[in-house]
């Protein structure tokens, strides 16, 4: 898939942070880009910017814990863009707390949209692919997703099982259906991510972080898709742990 015009994007999250940096990247390159994610202000927001420069975007209301959303949003980009050749899984949360804090809620909010979200985006968006026979599967996983941090529990739980969802759709796909699958792992970005922490001790905590280190933008993860996206057909990126050189840990 080197040459990227004309192709279709799915992004889920696009409405702030890693997802609205990768449509904004993904559209330069050419791709006809699906903006999906719940406020629909930013993303109308996004598509004018992507349209100033020339580019391609198709607004998508999505809420991917309801698959009627989903298969709705999905259903309104393969009529506008003919097919989905690209599905950037990157919808997420991360509401931390001590698990003994029993924020019960917050852990369903994060397997919902971390996982389950993740795999109603897959099964709508698939079967495109696997018709075409071509397409690449991007999900964001994390450093979280290969470590486990205190306080961080439930958010690193469902990061591992998006990297072990990642590593045997890989397998499946890859050959039969001559799909890629690449887990993104980032380490700290500077994103909205941190907005949804109720608790101040861990809000604070990870704020502090800011004053330590340069954390990686936006525009650093895009660009690491690009680069997968931009590799020769037989090549599959199958894992891209990317951290700010500052971060130790
Ligand atoms: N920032 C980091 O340090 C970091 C590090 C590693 C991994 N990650 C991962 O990167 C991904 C993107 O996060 P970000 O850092 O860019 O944070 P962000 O700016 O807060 O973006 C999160 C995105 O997820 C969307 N979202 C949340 N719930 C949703 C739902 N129910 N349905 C549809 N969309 C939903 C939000 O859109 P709406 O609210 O408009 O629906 C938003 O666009 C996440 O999976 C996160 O876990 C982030």
């Known amino acids: 898939m080197a040459n990227l015009e004309g192709k279709v994007a799915l992004i889920t999250g696009a409405s702030s942070g890693i997802g609205a940096a990768t449509a904004r990247k993904l559209a330069n390159a050419g791709v006809t880009v699906g903006i999906a994610a719940r406020r629909l202000d930013r993303l109308e927001e ?3 910017q992507i349209e100033e420069d020339g580019g391609k975007a198709i607004v998508l209301e999505m809420d991917v814990t309801d698959i009627k959303s989903v298969e709705n949003a999905v259903a309104h980009l393969v009529a506008e863009g003919t097919t989905i050749d690209i599905l950037f899984n990157n919808a997420g949360l991360m509401p931390l707390s001590e698990v003994d804090d029993f924020k019960i809620d917050e852990w369903h ?11 109603n985006t897959t099964a709508a968006a698939l079967p495109y692919m696997i018709a075409q026979k071509s397409g690449h599967v991007f999900n964001t996983s994390s450093i979280a997703g290969r470590k486990v941090f ?7 739980a469902t ?3 998006v990297t ?4 045997g759709l890989r397998m ?8 890629r699958v690449t887990c993104i792992q980032p380490g700290a ?4 991510l941190y907005e949804q922490i109720s608790d101040p001790v861990a809000r604070q905590q ?3 972080l800011r004053k330590q280190m340069t954390f990686l933008e936006g525009e650093d993860i895009a660009n690491t898709i690009l680069y997968a996206l931009e590799a020769p057909a037989h090549v599959n990126m199958a894992e891209m742990f990317i951290m700010p050189t500052q971060q130790e840990w």
């Open 189 to 192: 970005v500077s994103t909205e």
């Open 164 to 167: 072990a969802f990642s590593d």
């Open 109 to 119: 909010r994060m397997v919902d949209v971390n996982m389950k979200g993740l795999l």
């Open 46 to 48: 996004l598509k004018s």
């Open 206 to 208: 990870m704020e502090d």
């Open 150 to 156: 205190k306080g961080l529990t439930v958010y690193c």
């Open 172 to 179: 499946e796909i890859g050959k039969k259906h001559n799909i």
């Open 159 to 161: 990061k591992h099982a």
